[in-house]
């Protein structure tokens, strides 16, 4: 499948593990997305307090490592975590989407992961149901 054709199916399927809410991280607040905060809490649930880390630091963690580590422009970066253009009127008026670049990243980000877990977990993380 072209890489045009996917966002459709993908959302697609977000919607049916959803229950077609409007949002993916559906929440029944006034906001009807989850929180920072309700991240910090499950993520506190799965051993991970907030003195160790906070959500969003991975935000951050993502930009740097991306750029350093798989090599992404930061502009891509922007786009893979959703950031809204700021700046100058260039950047309002450019709804580029670089769908091959962004996919391109989202295969290199998995494997520089996959690659962390094995060579640096040195315990394993506790699941919570």
Known sequence: AKIGTLKPLIMEDCKSLNADKENVFHSY???KHITSRAVQYRMDDLGFPKEMVVPYGFRSTQ???GIDECKAQAEVLELCLAHKPS??????YNKALRWD???QFYKDWSDFLIKLKQ?????TIKSVK
Do not use: A, P, Y
Not at 87 to 92: R, S, T, Y
Not at 119 to 123: P, R, V
């Open 63 to 65: 930009i740097t490592l």
């Open 101 to 103: 670049e962004r996919v």
């Open 29 to 31: 607040g006034k906001h």
């Open 87 to 92: 700046g100058n009127l260039g950047d309002i």
């Open 119 to 123: 060579n640096h977990q040195k315990s």
